[in-house]
């Protein structure tokens, strides 16, 4: 069947009209309330996205997550911070000197702090590496927590701590795909924090180099040397589901949380 030249016209007029008026699909957001990283992200964090905090040393890491989880706690959502790098008590002692935080939310359990010490003696994991079936009863009981709370935002600080403890790569990706899904399908956004030496380096984003591949969304935190200064930034290399930028902003650590302004391109001796 032979059409003319006006008919098809005509069609593709249409079509064209059609894809733009199609309304776009709007994906529910984890707002963090962090300065900034909500406008980056065009209105936070998708819902049930797992997402992995790398930094270096003092880039604001736990600060960042800490502040993440009051905000939720403020619109009365329960959180839960998992540590492992240090004990919850040194933890909480040095995080009440910013404003931000108020120690009644522990109280009152809208923030539920667990030392992974005492997960781990709950579990009976008292050998230095853990098999598969170590690790299954870990994302067990980080997710029966979860279920048990209702929490709907998480921080483990940090994964690498445990991911030091499973003895292949294979393994850490098996279990952060799992733990990732799990969270996920109960509704709980997360914040996977992981250590890295420099964030400089362009091959991996994380500590073992797998992780950056499973999760939903990568940010990274480092330092710049600014003329003789350290200026701490925050870049968003990757997040799912969401348009973001993917530019450099620096962080300020303010009695009042976290707050990020554009980076200039200009003054930079090393990035």
């Known amino acids: ?16 009209v059609s894809m733009l008026g199609t309304p776009q699909y709007t994906r529910d957001r984890c707002i963090t309330g962090i300065h900034g990283l909500d406008e980056i992200t065009r209105g936070g ?3 049930g996205a797992t997402v992995l905090v ?12 800490m502040e993440f989880l009051v905000h939720g706690a403020q619109m009365g959502e ?9 004990p919850s008590v040194k933890l909480l002692e040095n995080i009440r000197q910013y404003t931000f935080f108020d120690m009644e939310m522990v109280d009152k359990g809208l923030i539920n702090v667990f030392d992974m010490d005492v997960v781990y003696s709950w579990l009976g994991l008292t050998k230095a590496t853990f098999d598969r079936d ?4 870990l994302v067990k009981a980080i997710t029966d927590i979860v279920n048990t709370i209702g929490v709907t935002r998480l921080v483990i600080d940090s994964v690498t701590t ?22 996920a399908t109960q509704g709980c956004t997360s914040f996977l924090v992981a250590e890295i030496t420099s964030a400089g380096a362009k091959a991996h984003w994380s500590s073992f180099g797998v992780e950056e591949a499973i999760l939903d969304g990568i940010m990274v935190l480092g330092d710049i040397d600014r003329m003789g200064h350290l ?5 968003v290399v990757k997040m799912r589901g969401t348009d973001h930028s993917r530019a450099k902003y620096a962080i300020e650590l303010t009695p009042m949380g976290v707050m990020m302004t554009p980076m200039l391109k200009w003054g930079v001796d090393s990035d």
């Open 54 to 65: 790398g930094g270096t040393c003092g880039s604001g890491k736990t600060t960042l997550t």
């Open 231 to 235: 200026l701490r930034f925050l870049q």
């Open 45 to 47: 964090i998708p819902y």
């Open 134 to 137: 170590d690790i299954n009863s």
């Open 78 to 86: 329960a959180c839960a911070y998992f540590a492992a790098t240090e």
């Open 1 to 16: 069947m032979l059409y003319s030249n006006e008919l098809l016209a005509e069609v593709g007029r249409w079509v064209f």
């Open 162 to 183: 445990l991911c030091y403890k499973i003895p292949n790569d294979q393994l850490i990706r098996d279990f952060l795909f799992t733990l990732g899904k799990t969270l």
